[in-house]
């Protein structure tokens, strides 16, 4: 936990700063926010990996491979200043080979709220929550015999995050975003289990904290005070 803890002062230091920032302004009325109502926000972000490991030793050459995915499209609107409501959409695969293949889906969808503390124009400390629909699919299976025994989960399940971050504007337009958000997640699904042969239902819960970086633009010119 010490790398979140660490993750949250330098969020409230950039906000700090951000506030500093304003207080030298010679008229601190002339702030305007960019988060101006009438405004929208779309953004994308994400990632990919791929790699490699050759292993030799006394039991010979181990090839495994790794791939890994994701992305989150999102867009919002400013009902009013610095508070918007939004819906995103996001994807996600993993995939590994070694003495067991796994294979990983997820897809999931949501709507949220956010709330910026600052009026400053060089960007603001936020809050945010959300709740969203889930559905995933996950295999694995045993690849050192002659047919694979597959165990295969699929399910789907609603949830629900709050978090914190700080966004940093340039030019009134681009944003880039640092934050953490913590999801809440109750999942139901159905394994099959080709080693008995034989399917059973399965109720569980997840937590994840969750490390964000992100890129956004502001479109509209919005309301000004």
């Given at each position: ?41 779309v953004g994308l972000n994400g ?140 999942f139901s699904g159905e394994i ?34």
């Amino acid at each position: 936990m010490r790398q979140y803890s660490l993750l949250i002062i330098f969020i409230l230091s950039l906000s700090s700063f951000g506030a500093a920032s304003a207080l030298v302004e010679s008229d601190s009325s002339q702030q305007e926010t960019p988060f101006r109502k009438k405004r929208w926000m779309v953004g994308l972000n994400g990632y990919l990996t791929s790699s490699s490991t050759n292993l030799s030793g006394t039991n010979g050459l181990t090839d495994n491979f790794s791939n890994n995915f994701f992305y989150n499209l999102n867009g919002s609107y400013f009902l009013k200043s610095r508070l918007s409501i939004g819906l995103f959409v996001g994807m996600s695969r993993t995939s590994s080979e070694e003495l067991l293949i796994r294979e990983t889906e997820g897809f999931v969808t949501g709507s949220g709220i956010r709330y910026y503390l600052s009026k400053n124009q060089e960007g603001s400390l936020y809050f945010q929550g959300s709740v969203f629909y889930s559905r995933f699919y996950d295999r694995s299976a045993i690849i050192d015999i002659v047919n694979p025994i597959d165990n295969i989960l699929t399910g789907s399940g609603i949830g629900g995050n709050i978090g914190l971050g700080y966004s940093y504007v340039i030019k009134d337009m681009i944003i880039l975003e640092i934050g953490f958000d913590n999801n809440f997640s109750w999942f139901s699904g159905e394994i099959t289990n080709q080693i008995t042969n034989s399917k059973s239902k399965q109720n569980f819960s997840q937590y994840e904290l969750n490390f964000n970086f992100g890129l956004s633009i502001l479109i509209g010119t919005g309301i000004k005070k």
